[in-house]
């Protein structure tokens, strides 16, 4: 007796295969599977073809490296524009092309009434060190610019004594009081790169005049004791 099986359809169904006979599965023709696979082939050059043709606009067109990206800040442009609001140079060591400064402003201090100069550096070894500037200092604006980390000594630096705070977090910071005003310098970077910075600072400091002492925070009360300049 002959039977139906159920993956046949419908057609097999309404024409039942005479029992002993093989089912006959359809073959594609040779030139139909030809086709077929020329079409497949042709997509796929197509899709190459593509590729090499936009494979030179990208190459030309590299996406920036964002650890060789530096800001356009002119320091000492900046510097000079904010001297008569702020009552002295601000500073603008000259680094070369060493240090890369990423930002110079001067802060009029409305929330704190310090107002300051600050300037921000990537250094070599990708690391940062910022700048804080002002004639109006006080102890409770020094701790609070230096992270409230504690006094743990000093580092001698261009000539000077600078009053060194550390967290012992990799953060740190060096304090000098010098020619009427209170430098801050801090930032992750190593003792090497604070030193060649501070270097710079004291020389551009040297530099400029000497800055009026300010009436209402005299320099005495800073928080931090004038520095000695090494013989």
């Known amino acids: ?11 097999a169904a309404s024409h039942p295969v005479p029992a002993g006979q093989p ?19 042709g997509m796929i050059i197509a899709l190459l073809l ?12 590299p996406a920036p490296k964002s650890a060789t990206f530096r800001p356009d800040v002119d320091v000492a442009a900046t510097s000079a524009n904010a001297k008569d609001v702020a ?3 601000p500073v603008a060591p000259n680094t070369g092309e060493t ?15 310090v107002p300051t100069w600050e300037v921000g550096y990537l250094t070599p070894k990708q690391a940062f060190i910022g700048i804080i500037q002002t004639r109006k200092g006080n102890p409770t604006w020094v701790y609070q610019e230096t992270g409230n980390a504690p006094v743990t000594g000093t580092r001698s630096a261009g000539g000077h004594d600078w009053e060194l705070h550390d967290t012992g977090k990799g953060s740190r910071s060096l304090v000098l009081n010098y020619r009427g005003t209170t430098v ?19 020389k551009a400091m040297d530099a400029a005049p000497v800055a009026s002492p300010d009436a209402s925070s005299p320099a005495s009360d800073t928080g931090s004791q004038p520095a000695t300049t090494k013989p």
Request: net charge neutral.
């Open 23 to 41: 089912v006959v599965k359809p073959v594609i023709a040779a030139k139909a599977a030809k086709r077929a696979n020329a079409s497949v082939i």
């Open 1 to 11: 007796m002959g039977s139906t099986s159920l993956t046949e359809g419908t057609a």
């Open 99 to 113: 240090f890369s400064p990423n930002y110079a402003r001067w802060e009029s201090g409305t929330n704190n009434g």
């Open 184 to 202: 801050i310098l801090s930032g992750t970077a190593g003792f090497d790169e604070f030193d060649t910075m501070a270097t710079a600072v004291v």
């Open 50 to 61: 593509c590729v090499l043709a936009f494979l030179p606009i990208v190459l030309m067109n």
């Open 87 to 89: 009552g002295f140079t």
